[in-house]
Each structure stands twice: as C-alpha cells, then as structure tokens.
C-alpha cells in the first residue's frame, strides 16, 4: 500500500534554530495536512494545504511556522525560531479528495528543542 | 474546548474477549467519524469510519456504532487480540459545508489485551 514518507525520523535542535521538516505525501494525494502530538496528548491539527496554498489552519499555526510545496513530491513545515514548546511528534497527512473522509498519516518526525 | 471526547485513557480485555471503546463530541456539525489505531512510534493508521447517515459500520472484527441524538459514537472489537494492543484514537470531521475536512482527535484510549 501507498505510504506517507517523513524525514528525519528525529530531530534535536537548540531553541531558536530553524527547523524543516519533510513529507512526501501519496502521490495522487491533493490535500496535505500537519498535525502534531505532544507527549501525553492529543494528535492537534496545525495546517491543510491545498492547490498550493493553505486552506485552513489553527491557532497553533502562528507566524513562526510555514508550510511549502517545493516541487511535485515534497511537503514541508518549517519552524523559524523553535521553542521548547515545540518539542513534539509532527505528524504529516495527505488525503485523494475532499470527500474522501481517510487521511494517510505518516510516521512522524520527533523533534525535540533542547 | 474538547470538540471530541475519549474519556477513558485506558481499557484492559482479555483476549477473545470484547472490547468497547467510547467517544463523545460536541460540534453537531460533524458529519463523518472515525477510528485510528497507533503503535508507539508509529503514525495513526485508519481503522475504519462512518458516515453521520448511518448508525453502524462493520468490517471484520470492528464495528463502529453512531448514536447521532447522544452525540455519542462506540468501537467494538470482537474477538480482541493481543496485536488489537494500541491506542485508539476517535476522530471527527467536517466534509462538506466548505470545510477542509479537518480531523479533530480525541486525547486516545490505550487499549491493552491481555493473552
């Protein structure tokens, strides 16, 4: 079956360095998501991506975060200058259509802001 | 604001036994609901979904029950297997209306099954 590829798998970085993360969503895939999980609670919805733009994101998503399409395959989100709150497990999704209620999640890439 | 509700972090069931998994919500605006399971170190695998137009989905060993008037929806696995061993995540979205069919996700039951 198609999977949702996410690099690194891990990554640790000193608070207020920038950091990217990467997905290669299913490639049939139109709508790309990030969500993340901190430890111990509930997998939070950052941002959807669609028609390479976003479409809908949430409080979370403030200025210091950023989401690009560079090119056909990969989907980013970069941090600017992380926290320590940040630290979490970033989870990268991607779904056919619209109508199509199943998103794909990736294995995610834990970051951790020292 | 907790739109999706687990309210119990964690189930323990005997192997070949039932096991129920409880979610609530509160948007009445959902319209499509789902399960996912996960491994640690894995990401949220789709287990199954139903549509708020039916009260029950079934494939293989897991049912979903939706109670749309209680706001209340079930996962029912039968017979439980020590492999069922994850947490499970209930998840709700938006499909139409112009929403972007965000998830929202519950805070997970652990569900551990005991040989």
New interface residues.
């Given amino acids: 079956e198609p999977e949702v590829t996410q690099t690194p798998s891990h990554q640790v970085t000193q608070m207020g360095q920038e950091v990217i993360l990467r997905c290669v969503p299913i490639s049939n895939h139109l709508y790309f998501y990030w969500y993340r999980q901190i430890l111990g609670q509930k997998v939070e919805f950052l941002v959807s991506f669609y028609n390479n733009e976003i479409s809908e994101k949430s409080e979370i998503f403030d200025d210091q975060f950023s989401v690009e399409r560079p090119d056909g395959s990969n989907f980013t989100l970069k941090i600017r200058s992380t926290k320590l709150e940040d630290s979490a497990m970033y989870f990268c999704a991607s779904r056919e259509r619209l109508l199509n209620e199943k998103l794909f999640f990736g294995s995610g890439t834990q970051l951790s802001v020292l | 604001d907790q739109q999706v509700k687990q309210n119990s972090p964690s189930l323990s069931v005997q192997e070949g036994r039932i096991s129920i998994l409880n979610c609530d919500y509160t948007n009445s605006m959902f319209d499509?609901f789902?399960w996912?399971k996960k491994y640690p170190?894995?990401?949220?695998?789709?287990l199954i979904?139903i549509?708020s137009i039916k009260d029950k989905n079934e494939d293989g060993r897991f049912t979903v029950f939706l109670n749309k008037s209680a706001k209340h929806l079930s996962l029912h696995i039968v017979p439980s297997q020590p492999g069922d061993s994850a947490v499970y995540?209930c998840a709700a979205?938006r499909?139409?209306g112009g929403?972007?069919?965000?998830?929202?996700?519950?805070?997970?039951t652990k569900l551990s099954v005991k040989p």
């Avoid at chain 2, 929403?99 to 997970?108: E, R, T």
Wanted: net charge neutral; aromatic share 24%.
């Fill in positions: 499509y789902l996912y170190a894995e990401g949220p695998t789709f979904s549509s995540f979205s499909n139409y929403s972007q069919g965000n998830l929202i996700f519950g805070k997970g």
